[in-house]
């Protein structure tokens, strides 16, 4: 089911975790602070759940930090429901995603085709941000954040690389897609084939062949997968498709189609199956309709920091 709220002990707890983490506390708000904690013993148990929800918000705390040298936080400021943290923090989080002065880029929900200078395409998925190095004597991308399909033009004088998360993708072909999650990175053959190389030279290239797949990240290559190629372009007809995902990849994957962040609060819940289709355009509803088939609770699923906990 879904909540527009949280209870009201958690968003003390989360004013006051927003009021203790500014270095301008004075001796009178910890000592109310300690006051408030041993006015419950739900007071103790939801300052520890606001603490949690810090400690997974990693993306703003550099930034946070460096707004609280500049300003007081107020507990007004807190945006409740949500995370403890000033109302600029859809503007820190903008800013500290990667690729912020790419050559090019998509917005939320937003897909776009590139024609790049020899001629090859790249269709955009939401929330991509992607440079461009061509030189004489190669053809090179890094693609920092978000997802691409390319569609090569042949130079067999020129190699097409695509550089994504500490890997080369090099294109034996015409067809493939890439698609960035946290450190790691999905690969998608749909013509022809290419070749896979990860910065870590530990790990030997790989060949991924057309119709397959190959996902890599810190921990080296993992075994191909046969894909259905409908599935690997449902994103290119706005559609998203899964098919016995476990939730956490779901909610991971919902999040680039929106604005904000969500955050899985009870990691039991995190692996529970999900088969669906959802509109790409409309990620909001999805939350809604996953909170309504399955046992968890969606706290602010409409709002820039959605929880999600089991129920």
Same mark, same amino acid.
């Given at each position: ?64 930090? =460096? ?169 290119? =007809? ?74």
């Amino acid at each position: 089911m879904t909540d527009q709220g949280t209870d009201t002990s958690f968003k003390e707890a989360l004013e006051w975790f927003v009021l203790l983490k500014d270095e301008k506390a004075t001796a009178v708000d910890r000592h109310a602070f300690d006051r408030w904690l041993a006015e419950s013993e739900s007071h103790a148990a939801a300052f520890q759940r606001a603490e949690n929800l810090w400690g997974r918000f990693d993306a703003v705390k550099p930034s946070y930090n =460096q707004f609280q040298k500049t300003r007081r936080i107020s507990r007004r400021n807190v945006v409740l429901g949500g995370l403890a943290m000033t109302i600029a923090a859809p503007s820190i989080y903008m800013l500290t995603r990667p690729g912020l002065f790419a050559d090019y880029k998509t917005d939320i929900a937003e897909r776009r085709e590139f024609i790049l200078p020899d001629g090859s395409t790249a269709e955009l998925g939401s929330q991509t941000a992607m440079s461009l190095d061509f030189r004489a004597e190669t053809r090179r991308l890094r693609l920092h954040r978000g997802q691409a399909f390319f569609t090569v033009t042949r130079d067999v004088d020129r190699p097409f690389i695509v550089e994504a998360a500490d890997g080369d993708i090099r294109a034996l072909g015409t067809k493939f897609d890439v698609k960035i999650a946290s450190e790691s990175a999905l690969v998608s053959v749909l013509e022809h084939a290419v070749e896979l190389r990860l910065d870590d030279t530990r790990f030997k290239p790989v060949i991924i062949e057309q119709d397959w797949q190959v996902s890599y990240g810190p921990d080296g290559v993992q075994p191909p997968k046969q894909v259905d190629t409908g599935t690997i372009e449902a994103w290119r =007809q706005d559609r998203i498709v899964f098919k016995d995902a476990p939730l956490h990849q779901v909610l991971t994957e919902l999040e680039r189609y929106r604005r904000g962040r969500i955050l899985l609060m009870d990691d039991t819940a995190g692996n529970t199956p999900v088969t669906a289709v959802f509109d790409s355009k409309r990620a909001n509803d999805a939350l809604h309709i996953i909170a309504d088939i399955l046992p968890i609770r969606v706290v602010n699923p409409d709002g820039y920091i959605t929880m999600v906990y089991a129920r």
